[in-house]
């Protein structure tokens, strides 16, 4: 198996990459990979993913973070990757649904990225925006709602954000969105099918952000701006044992129980 590392760019992981420079050089400048890696916490997994989400490649991760969900707890890392590059180690592959973000300005479309996370709309917990929400199933027809901002969440990202934002996790292999408002002068709370969603910016207090899996995309989200949110492919994450990602999945659903 050929392996791409994603190099993590923070000093805290610079003794990782420096063990990836030194021990298998090779992975900083393999050119045909059969799966990339990241190393560090679940940041630096959507990092990765945002930097070479395009490709349908799997994307593997060595836990170094503090949560890990989407990390690997992988101990003796010289011979796991003397293993994994020969396919001496079976891997766990998982598909999530991941979400097209578009900016649409006068019908001019550009594409701001792909969430496997979530998108969310906003920017200082004081600022006040108005936005307008449409569906093709007309659950929302120009359904106005006015606050922080909103948060859309992929299936994946239901126990992330949204769950600490009060919105429901979602079944892995079910096609919904979880959409939440973020301090807002109306209860948004909904469970909406995969579709269109487009999102129109009306009265701002400040100019609103739209990050994509925590990322800043556009610090230009202008008054009569769309945000166009579509169903896009999938992204593939690799585990050690997907036993152990449920397993945590469960662990972050029942936390607030006693």
Same mark, same amino acid.
């Given at each position: 198996?050929?392996?791409?590392?994603?190099? =993590?760019?923070?000093?805290?992981?610079?003794?990782?990459?420096?063990?990836?420079?030194?021990?298998?050089?090779?992975?900083? @400048?393999?050119?045909? #990979?059969?799966?990339?890696?990241?190393? $560090?916490?679940?940041?630096?997994?959507?990092?990765?993913?945002?930097?070479?989400?395009?490709?349908?490649?799997?994307?593997?991760?060595?836990?170094?973070?503090?949560?890990?969900?989407?990390? /690997?707890?992988?101990?003796?890392?010289?011979?796991?990757? +003397?293993?994994?590059?020969?396919?001496?180690?079976?891997?766990?592959?998982?598909?999530?649904?991941?979400? %097209?973000?578009?900016?649409?300005?006068?019908?001019?479309?550009?594409?701001? $990225? &792909?969430?496997? =996370?979530? &998108?969310?709309?906003?920017? /200082?917990?004081?600022?006040?925006?108005?936005?307008?929400?449409?569906?093709?199933?007309?659950?929302?027809?120009?359904?106005?709602?006015?606050?922080?901002?909103?948060?859309?969440?992929?299936?994946? $990202? %239901?126990?992330?954000?949204?769950?600490? /934002?009060?919105?429901?996790?979602? #079944?892995?292999? %079910?096609?919904?969105?979880?959409?939440?408002? +973020?301090?807002? =002068?109306?209860?948004?709370?909904?469970?909406? #099918?995969?579709?269109?969603?487009? @999102?129109?910016?009306?009265?701002?207090?400040?100019?609103?952000?739209?990050?994509?899996?925590?990322?800043?995309?556009? @610090?230009?989200?202008?008054?009569?701006?769309?945000?166009?949110?579509? #169903?896009?492919?999938? @992204?593939?994450?690799?585990?050690?044992?997907?036993?152990?990602?449920?397993?945590?999945?469960?662990?972050?659903?029942?936390?607030?129980?006693?």
């Amino acid at each position: 198996m050929k392996i791409k590392a994603i190099i =993590n760019p923070e000093a805290r992981y610079s003794a990782y990459t420096k063990f990836i420079e030194t021990e298998f050089p090779e992975f900083l @400048i393999e050119e045909n #990979p059969d799966i990339y890696l990241a190393y $560090g916490g679940d940041g630096a997994m959507l990092r990765a993913i945002q930097l070479e989400g395009v490709s349908k490649l799997p994307f593997l991760g060595k836990a170094l973070g503090t949560l890990n969900f989407l990390m /690997n707890e992988i101990t003796e890392d010289r011979e796991f990757f +003397i293993k994994l590059k020969s396919s001496g180690i079976k891997l766990d592959y998982i598909e999530f649904k991941t979400i %097209s973000v578009s900016r649409e300005i006068e019908e001019k479309s550009e594409l701001l $990225g &792909v969430a496997i =996370n979530d &998108v969310v709309i906003g920017n /200082n917990l004081n600022d006040y925006h108005e936005f307008f929400l449409n569906t093709l199933d007309n659950t929302f027809s120009d359904f106005p709602i006015s606050g922080t901002g909103i948060c859309i969440s992929t299936t994946l $990202g %239901s126990t992330a954000y949204n769950f600490n /934002n009060g919105g429901m996790i979602l #079944p892995l292999d %079910s096609k919904l969105w979880s959409v939440t408002g +973020i301090v807002c =002068n109306r209860h948004l709370n909904d469970i909406l #099918p995969e579709q269109k969603l487009t @999102i129109r910016l009306g009265k701002i207090k400040n100019m609103a952000t739209v990050y994509v899996d925590g990322i800043e995309k556009n @610090i230009n989200f202008i008054v009569g701006t769309k945000l166009v949110l579509k #169903p896009a492919g999938t @992204i593939t994450i690799a585990f050690v044992s997907s036993d152990k990602f449920i397993a945590k999945r469960l662990e972050i659903a029942h936390r607030f129980r006693k």
